[in-house]
């Protein structure tokens, strides 16, 4: 569940016009890659002064990670500029991952979440993915269908 809103902050800055395997493969990938780097201080902090490194324990970045904004969205605005699905496709890289860093100093991400609302956060990331993933799909009330049987 890390991954949707950053799936989604890289496919609206390409106004990408689908998000695509590719560009989720992308997103999963960037989080694989960014596990297994060291872990910064701050992340440290925001868990008590915990240890992280990869394995068993660690597979995913933590939620509070500024990292992971600039990782996974890069990666898949890249995969959607590689997949031609990309209406405005960025030709700048360094540029997009320093707005992208810029973005999570100048927020109010930064602050620290309660679990409760990191909850609620997941929550609705999770119910406009599926909403999107619908939208393709035929309605199964077209054709004056009903719930009801009778």
Do not use: H
Request: one cysteine or more.
């Amino acid at each position: 569940m890390l991954g949707f809103p950053f799936i989604f902050r890289g496919a609206l800055d390409v106004r990408a016009t689908s998000i695509s395997e590719g560009m989720k493969m992308a997103a999963a990938r960037a989080l694989a890659d960014l596990a297994k780097e060291s872990v910064p201080e701050s992340v440290r902090k925001a868990y008590g002064g915990a240890d992280f490194s990869f394995g068993p324990g660690y597979i995913v970045p933590k939620p509070f990670d500024p990292r992971v904004i600039e990782w996974e969205a890069l990666a898949v605005a890249k995969a959607a500029c590689e997949e031609g699905l990309a209406d405005q496709p960025i030709t700048d890289w360094d540029a997009y991952r320093k707005e992208l860093r810029d973005r999570w100093r100048n927020s109010g991400s930064r602050r620290i979440m309660s679990f409760g609302q990191l909850v609620l956060l997941l929550i609705g990331a999770f119910v406009l993915y599926m909403a999107v993933e619908e939208l393709g799909k035929p309605s199964p009330f077209q054709g004056g269908e009903s719930l009801q049987q009778g």
